[in-house]
């Protein structure tokens, strides 16, 4: 009996690295095997616009080890992307040329590629969903609109939760004005209003087992937007350890939940949503899809 197909996805993003091996259907995917490390690759882009020395030789030899089980898993398929603190940073090909040469085909995801990849996940995961998709990682934010199971205009912010940590620190209201400058100039959010904002991202999928652990309900499900108003309120009286204390939250997140209901709340401002949803599949789960279409 010959084995089933199995599909392996590197993501280097801001906060994390991953490699995760999938099998079963690409729409429906089965992880037979995920392995994380918080590498944080964007903090010094933030700061310096440059990726931190310490940061990347301690991604390299993540991803180096990720290159030995590769060679013992043998996927079918094999796809390495890289996201935002790479995009941004001055540093960051050398950093790719590294990458490469432990003989990983990593290729520079733009930030439109990224948000497409991301909602082709929601799709994927959430048939027939129309909406906005809002995947938040560690350097930029992405949005994506969605509907009859095709993705339309896609948009990519430097609105990661490292920038909104830095634009926070500066004053109260900041992170809102921020925002709607950005969102300005998409005149396509108009007939997302009223629909189902869907979340995608480490820092959101925290944030609603944090709403679980708070409020009830399921983890996924939609929610109304009102909600975030009371989410946002509660988490910022709340110390990181009473986060961690939290099931399903460690102690690398527990301190973006402020940042994330921030954000949130300010978007959901700004794009009028009928209710809210956090995705657990996204980018990854995406780039496994689309390369079925």
């Not at 090909?93 to 003989?103: E, I, K, N, T």
């Not at 991301?118 to 809002?134: E, N, R, T, Y």
């Not at 990682?137 to 490292?162: H, N």
Request: charged letters at 25%.
């Amino acid at each position: 009996m010959s084995r089933k197909a199995r599909h392996a996805i590197i993501d280097i993003g801001s906060n994390s690295i991953r490699l995760v091996v999938f099998g079963g259907a690409r729409r429906a995917p089965q992880i037979l095997y995920d392995d994380k490390l918080m590498a944080g690759l964007g903090r010094g882009v933030t700061a310096r616009g440059l990726l931190d020395r310490r940061a990347m030789d301690r991604a390299i030899g993540e991803l180096a080890r990720y290159a030995a089980l590769i060679r013992l898993i043998e996927p079918d398929s094999l796809q390495v992307v890289a996201t935002a603190a790479v995009r941004d940073a001055a540093n960051g090909s050398q950093f790719l040329d590294r990458v490469r040469a432990l003989g990983l085909p990593a290729r520079l995801l733009s930030g439109e590629e990224e948000a497409q990849a991301s909602a082709w996940g929601v799709i994927a995961s959430h048939p027939g969903a129309v909406g906005l998709v809002a995947d938040l990682g560690g350097g930029s934010l992405e949005l994506a609109r969605i509907k009859d199971d095709m993705v339309y205009e896609c948009a990519s912010f430097r609105l990661g939760i490292m920038p909104v940590a830095a634009i926070r620190a500066t004053g109260r209201g900041i992170l809102r004005g921020a925002l709607k400058r950005e969102l300005a100039a998409l005149d396509w959010l108009e007939p997302a209003k009223g629909q189902t904002l869907f979340l995608v991202g480490g820092a959101w999928r925290a944030l609603d087992k944090a709403r679980v652990h708070l409020f009830g309900g399921t983890p996924g499900e939609a929610f109304p937007v009102e909600d975030t108003r009371r989410l946002k309120a509660t988490i910022r009286d709340l110390t990181v350890q009473r986060l961690v204390a939290m099931p399903g939250i460690n102690t690398a997140r527990a301190p973006q939940l402020g940042h994330a209901t921030a954000l949130l709340h300010a978007l959901v401002a700004e794009t009028r949503p009928a209710s809210v949803a956090v995705s657990s599949a996204g980018l990854r789960e995406g780039l496994l899809f689309k390369g079925q279409r």
